[in-house]
């Protein structure tokens, strides 16, 4: 992953980011197989602008914090990476600033997996899923919940531009122990 | 006023000038409204792309031509039924019809295209039997899978039958002429007191007669019984006949047996005889070696090709209007292009003999001096005849086999089979692009580069094939090259669905799938019955992991070619990722059944076979992948996964340690050998392994794995320090 943004020495801060979204070729986008909610919405900056692929349109939430973005899946999946478009110099007060992220079987059971605080960022926010141990470097669950904590400037309400969510491409040759990484096995490995 | 503008009409469509032919004709139809007119009306606007045009003018004719032409029309309009209707009955429609081959071949497409796969593989079998040149016919019954070997069908009986179709009737006209044959003089030739219908009624007989003969097998019977029932030259033809039925199941005996049996009939035959023996005179090492039917002689492979590949030339060339220039012979549309210049005499003399033979019986003028005379022009042409014929059957058979084994599959056989060729036709496009074909399916992509490059260059105009070389340039990663043979095929022509598909290839190369689908699509909106194309889409699906999309696309693809073997891959893949093993497993069968040399194929029947726990047959299966092709590293790192599974690590490890030898960088083998050294508890060689396909950077799932793994074999360590 190309993070330029820099991480402070403290745990769990996040300052700038990335202008491009840039993502390991194993990795593949999973929003589309789940149902997105939200908490609370303004007309016409619902959550359908979280989805489009535009930065210029948002979401603004419209109620009590914490504002939650709700990802389910119709089954387990793995998740690794979680992608967030803010920008402080346009949204300023709007800005997220702790977001903290839960996974679980529903909206009973849900644990927070990580939590994070951004300082002024201003692109593409990448948020690993990863433990440390390496028998952890995907979550498997059922949902995912985005919670915005607070904002900047102790803002109410947030504005989120675009979500993004990441898990690992299958083995495209189903049944093999191990996925090949050579030339010459890829080339024999499919018909075209 | 009728025949200037009618000839004039048929010059103008011979100089394309069509808008010019179009309203001639109209003023000709309204002036003189005949059926004959309405056809040739029906022609120009044939030409000018009108059919429907064509459809309306012809629509309620009963003429055997106009029910002809009305068919064309159905058929562009994509009317199956009413083009089917419309040539019916077909017998009657043959023997009026100048291209009785091509009423067959026209039925052999409907009857495909309406799913009636039988009967349409019995009218191609037809139509090549009435004209053994009909390039498509063959090409059609290839594709469908059907074709029977092309030395058969482009053998020394179709040699044969060619050449007694164009020498017969000057060959029995010069042995008439040849006082040493004791032919009956009287037995004169009036050539001037036949007419022509009479003459092309009979030779429509004839040559009906000797294509049924010829084919062999299932039509042996049919000539014969119609050869009792046709008209006074049936006689002279009957002699043939069962001859030629024996020719076709072997060389030698019949060319004696024509003559003996000649010989026991009366002058008729007798002339038979001596022309037998006159081309036997002439022709005697060419024939030999076309009658002496020796697969293995070059000759007679040649003469085969030449057929065959004459019968492809045929499609590509004009047919009509050489046949028309030289012969107007009711069943030859076909022999007008081999005897282009040559034939002209000779044919000009066959019709004469023929109707002279047949009217032996009746007419007994005596014209010995002009027979004498056009006999020795006749023996001069007879043999440039004879030896142009052999030489474009030749060809036809040597390209009619290499596309046979090329649709089967086998495709060092037909690499080998077009080797074979003259420089001249190997540098050509067409079996070029057969060669590039070739050696996409044998996975071998560098010589199938060079060879479509190289057809590329030789006719940068055919884009026949040129779908399959984007694909081949999309395996190999050439995407410098891919986007410019894109670009390049669309500037040619834009409404080329291989130009489409270049073009989603290079899409898709660059991940952007959406496009690529659409492209793919758009090929499929310019041809839909472009098999390839639907597949494309249905792998682009895959990708996108659209499932049921790309089902639908791969049925649409096998509904237009059921014999594409990648579509049922395609749908194996699909059910062996969504765990559906059974259907994975019947369609990937299917896809071996078609093409049992594909290793690739193979292999992933021996995946579904272990996921099915039926591991002794995935065993052999992989066995024979491996056999057949070395090259390929999968089916040997599987059969070593099962080895592992079934217990028997020692040759697992074997396997795994050669392959480490050809690929050392491959990761998936030492993380392999990892758990193989794990399970034998060398935790020091296991650790060492996990650690080199660490290195080698595997995907993330398998990092993960191969961490855990690795963690996994610290524990027992411990477990045993602490003992």
């Known amino acids: ?192 | 006023m009728e025949a200037l503008l009618a000839n004039y009409v048929e010059k103008s469509l011979k100089q394309y000038m069509r808008r010019n032919a179009i309203f001639l004709c109209e003023r000709l139809y309204a002036e003189f409204p005949s059926e004959v007119n309405l056809q040739l009306l029906a022609r120009c606007y044939l030409n000018n792309n009108q059919p429907h045009s064509a459809y309306h003018v012809l629509k309620g004719m009963q003429m055997a031509q106009s029910r002809y032409l009305f068919a064309v029309a159905c058929l562009e309009m994509d009317l199956f039924s009413e083009a089917e209707t419309a040539l019916l009955p077909i017998e009657e429609l043959c023997a009026h019809v100048t291209n009785g081959a091509a009423v067959q071949y026209l039925l052999g497409i409907i009857h495909r295209d309406t799913n009636r796969m039988k009967s349409s593989v019995e009218h191609f079998r037809k139509a090549l039997s009435i004209d053994p040149l009909f390039w498509a016919a063959y090409e059609e019954l290839c594709i469908l899978g059907e074709a029977e070997e092309a030395a058969v069908c482009f053998g020394d009986v179709a040699i044969h039958y060619v050449q007694e179709h164009y020498l017969g009737n000057a060959s029995s006209y010069l042995q008439i002429a040849n006082s040493d044959q004791s032919l009956d003089s009287s037995q004169a030739f009036g050539l001037e007191d036949l007419s022509l219908s009479h003459l092309q009624q009979m030779e429509g007989n004839n040559i009906r007669n000797i294509c049924l003969n010829n084919h062999g097998g299932p039509n042996l019977t049919g000539p014969v019984g119609q050869i009792t029932n046709s008209c006074c030259n049936s006689s002279f033809f009957r002699t043939p006949s069962p001859v030629l039925t024996q020719l076709s199941d072997m060389a030698p005996p019949p060319l004696i047996r024509n003559i003996r049996f000649c010989q026991n009939e009366v002058s008729l035959r007798s002339s038979t005889q001596a022309r037998r023996e006159f081309v036997r005179e002439n022709e005697s090492a060419q024939i030999r070696g076309s009658l002496f039917f020796d697969s293995g002689r070059r000759r007679s492979a040649r003469l085969a090709a030449a057929q065959r590949s004459f019968n492809s030339t045929q499609g590509s060339e004009n047919k009509a209007n050489n046949l028309r220039a030289s012969i107007k012979l009711n069943s030859g549309t076909c022999y007008s292009t081999v005897c282009k210049g040559q034939f002209q005499n000779l044919e000009e003399a066959f019709r004469a003999t023929s109707s002279s033979l047949s009217s032996s019986a009746d007419v007994k003028s005596v014209q010995d001096e002009t027979v004498n005379t056009q006999l020795r022009s006749f023996i001069s042409n007879s043999s440039k005849i004879k030896s142009g014929i052999s030489d474009t059957i030749n060809l036809l058979r040597i390209l009619g086999e290499g596309y046979r084994h090329l649709c089967e599959y086998r495709c060092q056989e037909a690499l080998n089979v077009y080797q074979k060729l003259s420089s001249k036709q190997y540098n050509t496009g067409w079996v070029l692009s057969q060669v590039g074909k070739a050696y996409f399916e044998l996975v071998d992509y560098l010589n199938a580069d060079y060879a479509f490059s190289l057809a590329r260059q030789i006719s940068p105009y055919n884009l026949e094939g040129m779908d399959v070389y984007s694909t081949v340039l999309y395996l190999m990663k050439e995407d410098m090259k891919l986007k410019y043979l894109a670009q390049e095929l669309i500037s040619i022509d834009r409404f080329a669905p291989q130009a489409w598909c270049a073009i989603g290839n290079c899409y898709s190369f660059q991940k952007d799938h959406e496009t690529a689908l659409k492209s793919f699509q758009r090929a499929v909106q310019l041809n839909s019955r472009f098999p390839y194309a639907h597949t494309l889409s249905g792998h682009e699906n895959v990708i996108i992991e659209d499932y049921g999309n790309a089902v639908e696309c791969y049925q649409k693809a096998l509904h237009v070619d059921a014999r594409h073997y990648k579509s049922w891959y395609g749908l194996g893949m699909i059910y062996l990722r969504q765990e559906k093993i059974e259907f994975a497993e019947h369609h990937f069968r299917q896809a071996y059944r078609i093409n049992p040399f594909s290793s690739v194929i193979m292999y992933y029947l021996g995946t579904t076979l272990e996921a099915l726990k039926r591991s002794e047959e995935a065993l052999v299966m992989m066995e024979k992948a491996i056999v057949t092709d070395n090259k390929n590293p999968l089916p040997k790192y599987s059969k070593a996964n099962m080895l592992v599974t079934l217990g028997r690590l020692n040759e697992a490890l074997e396997i795994l340690e050669e392959l480490k030898e050809c690929y050392p960088r491959e990761s998936s083998i030492y993380a392999l050998m990892g758990e193989i050294y794990k399970q034998h508890k060398k935790y020091d060689k296991s650790m060492l392994h996990f650690g080199i396909a660490l290195d080698l950077k595997p995907s993330i799932v398998d990092v993960a794995k191969i961490q855990a793994a690795i963690g996994k074999l610290i524990l027992p360590d411990e477990i045993e320090d602490n003992l």
């Open chain 1, 1 to 192: 992953m190309a993070t330029e943004s820099s991480e402070s020495e403290e745990e769990g801060k996040i300052t700038g980011g990335n202008q491009h979204l840039i993502v390991e070729d194993d990795l593949r986008e999973m929003g589309k197989k789940a149902a997105w909610s939200v908490s609370s919405c303004k007309t016409g900056n619902g959550v359908s602008s979280l989805r489009d692929d535009n930065l210029e349109t948002y979401w603004q939430s419209d109620g009590a914090q914490p504002h939650l973005v709700n990802i389910q899946f119709q089954k387990k999946v793995k998740l690794q990476l979680v992608v967030l478009y803010v920008d402080f110099k346009l949204d300023e007060s709007y800005t997220p600033s702790k977001i903290s992220i839960r996974a679980g079987d529903g909206f009973h059971n849900l644990k927070e997996i990580k939590t994070v605080e951004l300082v002024k960022p201003t692109g593409w926010v990448y948020l690993s899923l990863s433990g440390n141990d390496p028998r952890e470097t995907f979550v498997n669950t059922f949902m995912l919940q985005i919670a915005v904590l607070s904002n900047h400037l102790n803002g109410r309400d947030t504005h989120v531009r675009q979500i993004k969510v990441y898990g690992p491409r299958p083995n495209p040759i189903p049944h093999q122990p191990f996925q090949f990484t050579s030339r010459e096995f890829i080339t024999y490995s499919t018909v075209r």
